[in-house]
């Protein structure tokens, strides 16, 4: 393995998927829910296969009925706020939003250009840069205890831009933290890329779990269309983890920088799932209420069960994550606040898997005491969690 990517080993969300089948605890770590999309939605998936569309390679910048119907999503929620994309320009299907954000790295940074990412960060932020052969600038978000709730210093943020500043990657609603951006953060954020010339790769598959508040996409901000890369997927907003279908819209010319990397990591996306795809996100309102309903739902089981087992809890806005603080639960059982071993203690103690938020952090200090908890899953299954959890 090269120095660029030895500092990452195995995700941990693999070794946690792995801890959670050998000790066969619940597994709230990886997040993936454990029921399926909409059965018309996978029957849809099924009549593709069976019908011979997409069983070869389909177009590269996906298949045109899901680009159309990717522009019509976004016309559809955000074209009140201004923001409307060519499907046939500025849309472009990806191996999930993991290969979007992988392409859009390695397609506009070069060699020794920063970038800003809100840290915790997704894990493969941090590889893709590395990847690129840049350098990441973490800004930390912090948790307010008194808020319950995590919050973007706007002046760290300022300082941290330099004249190596290439791009700022944002992530809202934010994983792990739950946390929505607001108007005015995201404004500021706005305002600062256009004024130091920054581009922004803004992750937003969480759009739709949003529970508190509203999630503005950042690309509808004055001066933001031409200047962000916004990526989203299937994965969350239908419950179809597994199938790996995402989408960037920006430009047509950043689109098409992100095409040219797109086109040698995967070439094409899987066909028959793009025809799907498009069907699902046409789906009427009333499935995005539900889905965001039942979710809501779900997050308070989960809080509730959690702060009765003794963590202090920060409410997530969105997303469908909860992150913790173990200290409270004393020292011997937080081992000393220390989240890597509470998770790797937590299947043998309480049957329960989660993550630790460290994995999320260049600062491994600042993020050790958080733990994360996915509630993506059945009511029951929360239920039982919490039950366990209590036991601790
Ligand atoms: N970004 C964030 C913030 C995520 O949480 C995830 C995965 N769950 C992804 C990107 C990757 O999405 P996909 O599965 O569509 O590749
Ligand atoms: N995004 C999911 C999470 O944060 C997992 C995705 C993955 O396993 N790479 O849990």
Redesign the pocket.
């Known amino acids: 393995l090269n120095r660029r990517l030895a500092e990452f080993g195995t995700t941990i969300f693999a070794e946690m998927s792995a801890l959670a089948v050998r000790t066969g605890s619940i597994n709230l770590g990886q997040?993936f829910p454990d029921t399926d999309g909409p059965d018309e939605v996978r029957e849809a998936a099924v009549r593709a296969l069976r019908d011979g569309r997409g069983n070869q390679y389909p177009p590269g910048p996906g298949v045109p009925e899901l680009r159309a119907a990717v522009a019509a999503h976004q016309q559809r929620f955000y074209g009140h706020r201004g923001l409307s994309y060519d499907p046939d320009t500025e849309v472009l299907i990806t191996a999930?939003?993991?290969e979007a954000?992988a392409a859009s790295l390695l397609a506009l940074l070069e060699p020794g250009d920063e970038v800003i990412a809100l840290e915790p960060y997704?894990d493969s932020y941090a590889a893709c840069i590395a990847m690129a052969g840049a350098r990441r600038i973490p800004v930390t978000l912090r948790p307010d205890a008194s808020t319950g709730s995590y919050g973007l210093d706007l002046d760290e943020l300022r300082d941290a831009v330099t004249d190596d500043t290439r791009l700022i990657l944002l992530?809202t609603p934010h994983?792990p933290t739950g946390t929505v951006l607001t108007r005015d953060e995201l404004a500021a954020i706005a305002e600062l890329a256009v004024e130091r010339n920054l581009l922004v790769i803004t992750?937003e598959?969480y759009e739709h779990l949003v529970f508190e508040g509203e999630h503005i996409p950042l690309a509808s901000f004055p001066g933001m269309r031409d200047r962000t890369v916004t990526i989203s997927?299937a994965?969350?907003t239908f419950s179809f983890?597994g199938w790996?279908v995402?989408w960037v819209t920006a430009t047509p010319d950043l689109i098409g920088a992100v095409r040219s990397a797109k086109q040698f990591l995967t070439y094409v996306s899987a066909g028959p799932f793009q025809y799907a795809v498009a069907e699902a996100l046409a789906l009427p309102d009333t499935y995005y209420t539900a889905l965001r309903d039942g979710l809501r739902a779900k997050r308070d089981i989960l809080a509730a069960g959690l702060t009765s087992a003794g963590f202090q809890v920060f409410r997530p806005s969105g997303t469908y994550f909860i992150t913790t603080d173990i200290r409270p639960l004393g020292a011997a059982l937080s081992q000393e606040g220390d989240g890597f071993a509470f998770c790797r203690a937590l299947p043998e103690r309480a049957g329960v898997v989660a993550i630790p938020n460290a994995v999320f952090y260049d600062h491994k200090d600042r993020g050790a005491p958080y733990v994360r908890f996915a509630f993506c899953k059945q009511e029951e299954v929360l239920r039982e969690a919490a039950a366990r959890l209590q036991k601790l």
Do not use: E, I, P, Q
């Open positions: 997040g999930g939003a993991t954000l997704y992530n994983n992750d598959v997927s994965g969350k983890t790996k995402g």
